[in-house]
């Protein structure tokens, strides 16, 4: 079945980087679009960045535009959200997500489960 | 920006009842509407897209409705296994945005 584990979360001091990975399994990786999400600790939701199946088109949230970088291996079935200048405010759980078709447009499904990112001194 | 403001925050509810969630949008996002559920601890999960499609797997008794502005989730008759937080999401246009969400909690 269709899975996605995000990885490469943990502590982070502010205005440091950070590269977190998606590996993706039951399906063609390189004919969907991609997705991060995220979600501060006891808050909604928002999104961040997606990616055409073929790199075609980008997109950022204007909280993370200059700051995160959304790429895609398909070599390895692997989407990766590069965070730099990190801030307090960036602590959260980070959620990739597949799009239901090869545009980044389409909706969520399925999630992955998380990466905890905690940006602290 | 499109503004998703979902009501009420909290609805407590028993098993057995029928629940309404709403979600309004700062303008018309057409038919490109969508609901996902978030259990504690867990990831979100896509319930209904485009206003009223059942996503796979997800029950009968989560319907949704509405257009342009105006949308309505309902769970015809709550399990113990709905308890959880509800979220509407908008794709017509970036950024892409969702409500602050709705906790359905047992009474």
């Known amino acids: 079945q269709v899975q996605l584990v995000e990885s490469g979360g943990g502590v982070v001091q502010p205005g440091r980087s950070l590269r977190l990975s998606c590996v993706a399994s039951?399906?063609?990786?390189?004919?969907?679009?991609m997705h991060w999400v995220r979600q501060a600790p006891g808050k909604g939701l928002e999104w961040l960045a997606v990616?055409?199946?073929?790199?075609?088109?980008?997109n950022y949230a204007d909280s993370v535009k200059g700051r995160f970088t959304i790429s895609r291996e398909d070599s390895k079935n692997t989407l990766y959200l590069q965070m730099s200048s990190l801030r307090a405010e960036d602590t959260a759980i980070y959620y990739c997500a597949k799009a239901m078709s090869p545009q980044g447009w389409d909706w969520f499904d399925p999630w992955g489960q998380g990466t905890l990112v905690t940006v602290s001194s | 920006e499109i503004v998703l403001t979902q009501s009420p925050g909290t609805l407590s509810s028993s098993p057995g009842e029928r629940v309404t969630l709403s979600c309004r949008a700062s303008q018309s996002v057409s038919s490109h509407l969508a609901w996902h559920q978030q259990k504690p601890g867990q990831a979100p999960r896509l319930l209904i897209y485009d206003v009223s499609k059942r996503a796979t797997g997800i029950p009968a008794r989560f319907s949704g409705s509405g257009s342009g502005t105006d949308f309505t989730l309902t769970i015809s008759s709550l399990e113990p296994e709905d308890f959880a937080v509800y979220y509407c999401?908008?794709?017509?246009?970036?950024?892409?945005?969702f409500g602050g969400g709705t906790k359905v909690e047992i009474k």
């Open positions: 999401q908008q794709r017509i246009s970036w950024p892409l945005t």
């Open positions: 990616i055409w199946h073929d790199g075609s088109e980008i």
């Open positions: 039951g399906f063609i990786f390189s004919n969907y679009g």
